[in-house]
């Protein structure tokens, strides 16, 4: 950093606040559960790697038995009420649970 340009001073504004939100709601699910679940897909890439390709959805793997109790896991670590949350962090998570809704 000797330019005094950051790791992430190449990233469009808009693109690092939703990677920011992102890993809100993914720092919740990972906080809640570490062992329990695994990230996949552009996210995975995109941390390892802040050039990756964006990516808007959430590929994750569970190590619960069925898909319901993965649902059923997800969607209670993402109602955590009484926590301060940006609006935008609110609504992915709120997008990510609809997501989940095939009920």
């Known amino acids: 950093m000797k330019d005094g340009k950051g790791r992430y001073s190449d990233i469009a504004p808009a ?11 993914l720092a919740r699910i990972f ?6 679940w695994v990230l996949k897909g552009g996210n995975a890439l995109l941390w390892r790697d802040t050039k990756a390709r964006a990516t808007r959805d959430i590929d994750l793997f569970s190590t ?7 649902h059923k896991a997800l969607q209670d670590i993402l109602i955590r ?3 301060q949350n940006t609006p935008e962090c609110t609504q992915q998570a709120e997008s990510l649970q609809k997501a989940l809704s095939y009920e």
């Open 15 to 25: 693109r690092r606040d939703a990677e920011f939100n992102r890993a809100i709601v």
């Open 31 to 36: 906080g809640a559960s570490p062992h329990g």
């Open 64 to 70: 619960q038995s069925t898909i319901q109790d993965a």
């Open 81 to 83: 009420r009484g926590e």
